[in-house]
């Protein structure tokens, strides 16, 4: 069921639909083109893409050296990017997402406008230097991953002076989303200035004061958002669109194995933990054997904790701060991009399995992303789900 879109960025109508980047590897071309080609925003996670190429990881696999792997991944991206945009077929957007925390933040962000993305997305931190990184590339979208509005009037005032404003705004709830969250201590994932209801008038209040039209800077809200009725709740408020991720990360066209997708739409509450991540950021995942195992041992291995930039397990040097090789004791001891690597390939034994602590519109079922948009945008699922339920 084709429907009208709803907003606009940077001149490409589309539906209110945005699909989040996951990475390593679990939103690559497949699910970013096939979002895309439906209408919505599709994004791919650009980090370590090389492992969903076989000549890639194969000269990769005993590299220990950091400018190497980062040229591998590079010509990944590269790869991505062109698949996405030939699936989309001029459709919706496509998108990549670029974590300011990745040491080699710069170069994704080069190498995804040299191959045609259509906006640049950057959370992970705030991204003040998006405007520069992309100088040259007026075509290019820049959106930036906020959590409360005084992220965004940051930012604002920062882009103000560079006479850049953002193309869009992804204003992401840290209480609901998944994998890695903007607050700085869990203690503060609940606090009122991450609810859209505060937020949103919020952030319009600083468009009025910075004569910014409110309509000018889409608003696209995430976190928590697992059905039509949110979606119009959200809307109803002023957001342009939603965001989802663990929701399209199940669908039959998500880039991850399908143990990664079972992983993730049978997870009960229960078994969706939040815990201190390598990034020194809270994280949110599933409670499976590898994780289990390490928050056991947590503690001890933060009291041993010691900087030793030897400790990185893949050679890579991938995040600014990392709590493993910087020694920081507040934070998760392990490689992070090991543990995302097993669990795009679905192996429950070591991977770290990120997800979003809501159920999931479909429940434990794998269905097809324009199945997904349809229910978000009309409340109607498919005859399957109906018989099932």
């Not at 590897?25 to 080609?37: E, F, I, K, M, P």
């Not at 989309?88 to 997402?97: F, T």
């Not at 991720?245 to 939040?274: M, Q, S, W, Y």
Request: charge should be neutral; include cysteine; proline fraction near 5%.
């Amino acid at each position: 069921m084709m429907q009208a879109a709803s907003f606009s960025i940077h001149g490409h109508a589309l539906l209110p639909i945005v699909q989040g980047g996951m990475g390593v590897g679990v939103s690559a071309h497949r699910l970013a083109g096939a979002v895309a080609r439906a209408g919505g925003m599709g994004t791919i996670a650009s980090i370590d893409l090389r492992h969903h190429h076989a000549d890639l990881s194969e000269q990769a696999r005993h590299c220990r050296d950091r400018d190497e792997l980062n040229r591998l991944n590079l010509i990944a991206l590269d790869r991505e990017i062109k698949a996405a945009l030939e699936l989309a077929a001029g459709h919706g957007l496509v998108a990549v997402n670029v974590m300011k925390a990745v040491d080699a933040h710069p170069a994704y962000v080069r190498q995804a406008c040299a191959s045609g993305a259509q906006a640049i997305v950057m959370g992970a931190g705030l991204p003040l230097d998006l405007p520069e990184l992309t100088e040259g590339y007026p075509e290019v979208a820049l959106i930036p991953i906020l959590s409360d509005a005084r992220g965004v009037a940051i930012v604002l005032k920062k882009w103000a002076r560079k006479n850049r404003l953002p193309d869009a705004i992804v204003l992401e709830h840290p209480l609901y989303a998944g994998g890695h969250l903007g607050a700085p201590n869990p203690a503060e994932l609940a606090h009122a200035r991450f609810d859209i209801a505060e937020a949103l008038p919020a952030i319009f209040k600083l468009f009025d004061d910075m004569n910014i039209g409110r309509a000018q800077i889409p608003l696209i809200v995430g976190g928590g958002i697992n059905s039509h009725e949110k979606l119009l709740a959200a809307l109803a408020l002023g957001a342009s669109a939603v965001q989802l991720g663990t929701a399209f990360a199940v669908t039959e066209e998500g880039d991850a194995h399908p143990n990664f997708k079972r992983v993730l739409a049978e997870a009960k509450p229960e078994d969706i933990v939040t815990f201190m991540s390598v990034a020194g950021l809270p994280a949110r995942a599933v409670k499976t054997p590898w994780l289990v195992n390490y928050l056991k041992r947590e503690a001890k291995l933060q009291a041993c904790a010691k900087a030793d930039p030897g400790r990185c397990a893949v050679g890579l040097h991938c995040l600014t701060h990392c709590g493993l090789r910087d020694g920081l004791i507040n934070a998760g001891q392990f490689c992070i991009d090991a543990q995302l690597v097993a669990a795009l390939k679905g192996d429950l034994n070591k991977g770290l399995f990120f997800r979003g602590s809501e159920s999931l519109p479909f429940g434990s079922q794998i269905r097809p992303v324009r199945e997904l948009i349809d229910y978000l945008l009309t409340g109607a699922k498919p005859a399957l789900m109906a018989v099932a339920a």
